[in-house]
C-alpha cells in the first residue's frame, strides 16, 4: 500500500544533541513538508521541498536542516540550535503545488523529546 | 501572527446534532482551504476542501461553507457521530499567487461528541 511513513514513533534525546527524523514516502509525491506541533499552537511548518535537491525555509525553520536527495526521502535534523526541541513533528507530501484536487498526506507523527 | 484563526479551542456535541466548527482568516489572498481531522497520536488526514470561487462544498455529512466577505468558513458535520471527536484543523493557502506550497493551519478545535 503506498503512504508516507515517519520513524521512529517515540524519540529520546539529550540536550545538546543532533537527531534526525526520517520521513519516507512510495506515493510518486513531488512535494514534501515538515510540520510541528505543540500544545495550543496548530501545525507550523519548518520546511519543504517541491522537487528532488530543492527545499525551502517555512515559518520556523532556525535550529533544523533538511536535504531532498531522493524522490521519497527527506529526514530533518533537528540541530542542538534548536531551542524548544520538544515537540510531534508530522511529515507530509503532496503531488506538487495544491491543486483544487490536491491534498497533503501526512505521516503517523514522531514525538521527539529532549531530557 | 495568525492568518488562520480557530477561536474556539473546543467544542461538545450531543451524538446526532449538528456540530459547527469555525475558521475566521486574515489574507485576503488565500483562495483555497481544507479541513483536516485529527486523532491523538496519528498525523491528520484530509476531510474536505473549498476553493474561492464556491461558497458551499458537500461531501456526505460533511459541509464547508465559505464567506469571503468576512473571510469565514464553517465546517458541518450532520449528523455527529461519537468517531467524530478528534481535533479539526483549518488550512489555508494561496494558489493564485503561487504560494501554494505553504498550508497555513489554524491551531486547532476539539470536537467531542457525547453518546
Known amino acids: 500500500d503506498g503512504g508516507i511513513t515517519q520513524s521512529p514513533k517515540y524519540l529520546f534525546r539529550k540536550e545538546g544533541q543532533n537527531v534526525t527524523l526520517s520521513c519516507e514516502q512510495n506515493?510518486?509525491?513531488?512535494?514534501m513538508y515538515w510540520y510541528r506541533q505543540d500544545p495550543g499552537q496548530g501545525l507550523r511548518l519548518i520546511y519543504y521541498?517541491?522537487?528532488?535537491?530543492?527545499?525551502q525555509k517555512g515559518d520556523i525553520a532556525e535550529g533544523y536542516s533538511v536535504s531532498r536527495e531522493k524522490k521519497e526521502s527527506f529526514p530533518l535534523t533537528v540541530t542542538s540550535a534548536q531551542k524548544n526541541p520538544t515537540a510531534f513533528y508530522l511529515c507530509?507530501?503532496?503531488?506538487?503545488?495544491?491543486?483544487?484536487?490536491?491534498?497533503?498526506?501526512f505521516g503517523q507523527g514522531t514525538r521527539l523529546t529532549v531530557v | 501572527d495568525q492568518q488562520v484563526k480557530q477561536n474556539s479551542p473546543s467544542l461538545s456535541v450531543q451524538e446526532g446534532r449538528i456540530s459547527i466548527l469555525n475558521c475566521d482568516y486574515t489574507?485576503?489572498?488565500?483562495?483555497?482551504f481544507l479541513w483536516y481531522k485529527k486523532y491523538p497520536a496519528e498525523g491528520p488526514t484530509f476531510l474536505i476542501s473549498?476553493?474561492?470561487?464556491?461558497d458551499k462544498n458537500e461531501d456526505g455529512r460533511f459541509t464547508v461553507f465559505l464567506n469571503k466577505s468576512a473571510k469565514h468558513l464553517s465546517l458541518h458535520i450532520v449528523p455527529s457521530q461519537p468517531g467524530d471527536s478528534a481535533v479539526y484543523f483549518c488550512a489555508a493557502l494561496a494558489i493564485l499567487t503561487g504560494a501554494n506550497s505553504k498550508l497555513t493551519f489554524g491551531k486547532g478545535i476539539t470536537l467531542s461528541v457525547r453518546p
Open positions: 521541498s517541491q522537487i528532488v535537491n530543492d527545499f
Open positions: 489574507n485576503s489572498m488565500f483562495d483555497y
Open positions: 506515493l510518486n509525491h513531488d512535494a
Open positions: 473549498i476553493s474561492s470561487i464556491k
Open positions: 507530509a507530501s503532496s503531488q506538487g503545488p495544491f491543486y483544487s484536487d490536491t491534498e497533503a498526506f
